[in-house]
């Protein structure tokens, strides 16, 4: 009796370990991660559910991973909805396709950490990297015009390389500086602003209000310029972007009348010296406009006669033939003429779970 209770419950044993082997057996799943529109993610999350084993996707949104019947598989993406997909004996390929979050909060980088935006209790834009892009312009402080309520653009010069001036929330003093602190990458930046290419932005946080103040102090009463630069993804494989730009400035529309020459210009300023004497009642306004016409600069004469030579006082202007000491240049054209912007950025980007990398170069030419 004994012997047949002990092989009864050695059948049963073996019975179980075998129903336990078949539930452990796995299998390779492969298949795409790809977004509603069928662009592949790269980089999406593939975790078996209750296990730690995982993977990602690489460039083309596709994976490999080794589960069991029975299982489950959770997909993941930043951005987008999670999705599950049940394990049967008949799966061996799946194709998912990850829906946009649209509930997803607007992250805010403060200082030393992020926050959402209705946890954030201050006053707070963030200029994402897709509105820089479509402008094209060689300073970061003038791609903020017209991205943020409350933050003025002041364009001083238009000379190629020289940075805006930008007030936020108006002029905080008189005497003091009245530019916004810069912070790059969680550090206060003191360099020229110029030195930072578009580029490489990932996104720029403005801080507008006290909130600022009570995380830099005294610093940041002006205002607050969070800039954040781009970083390697976590996926492994290397990422090699190209960007080439090319454009011509011109002018489309049309010119004002102007005065034309330095001969207009002075014969307009003798007429308004003539006048004035006429008005001061002068016995002869014709010499008093000859007298002060050169008195207060008289290296302003480019012409080779003086001044009571140089005005026919019948017509106003200057007499025809009268030679001139040099030709001077023509600045008009300078600042109407065609040009060329041709600008180029070369990235380099990749990583792992451990290390992540980033590098750039970028050059422009006007």
């Not at 990297?129 to 003025?152: D, P, Q, W, Y």
């Amino acid at each position: 009796m004994k012997t047949k209770i002990t092989s009864l419950l050695t059948l049963i044993l073996v019975f179980m370990m075998q129903v336990s082997f078949a539930q452990k057996a796995t299998k390779t799943v492969t298949g795409t991660v790809a977004d509603e529109n069928g662009q592949p993610l790269v980089g999406a999350s593939v975790i078996v559910n209750g296990t730690k084993t995982g993977t990602n996707t690489d460039k083309s949104g596709k994976f490999s991973i080794a589960a069991a019947d029975g299982q489950s598989l959770t997909f993941s993406f930043v951005g987008y909805n999670k999705s599950t997909v049940a394990v049967t004996s008949a799966t061996s390929s799946v194709q998912v396709a990850l829906t946009s979050d649209n509930t997803l909060d607007e992250v805010i980088v403060t200082s030393y950490s992020t926050t959402t935006r209705q946890s954030f209790t201050g006053t707070a834009k963030v200029v994402d990297a897709k509105n820089i892009e479509r402008k094209n312009f060689s300073n970061i402080s003038k791609g903020l015009a017209g991205e943020a309520a409350g933050v003025t653009v002041i364009n001083s010069s238009g000379q190629p390389g020289t940075s805006a001036a930008i007030r936020i929330r108006g002029i905080g003093t008189v005497n003091g500086s009245r530019g916004p602190l810069y912070v790059l990458d969680g550090v206060p930046f003191e360099g020229n602003i110029n030195s930072i290419n578009p580029g490489d932005i990932e996104n720029t946080t403005i801080l507008k209000d006290a909130a600022a103040t009570a995380i830099y102090g005294s610093r940041g009463a002006n205002g607050v310029v969070v800039i954040n630069t781009k970083r390697g993804s976590k996926t492994g494989d290397a990422v090699i972007e190209l960007e080439l730009k090319s454009g011509q400035n011109m002018s489309l529309l049309p010119r004002y009348s102007t005065i034309r020459n330095p001969e207009q210009y002075i014969g307009l300023t003798w007429e308004g010296w003539y006048n004035r004497g006429v008005a001061l009642a002068n016995a002869n306004p014709t010499a008093y406009a000859n007298t002060n016409l050169f008195a207060n600069m008289p290296n302003y004469n480019m012409w080779t006669v003086p001044a009571a030579q140089l005005i026919d006082p019948n017509t106003r202007q200057v007499v025809p033939g009268t030679p001139r000491r040099y030709i001077p240049e023509n600045w008009a054209d300078y600042a109407f003429q065609n040009s060329n912007r041709n600008e180029a950025n070369l990235k380099i980007s990749g990583g792992n779970s451990k290390t992540r990398y980033f590098a750039s170069y970028g050059a422009l030419k006007m």
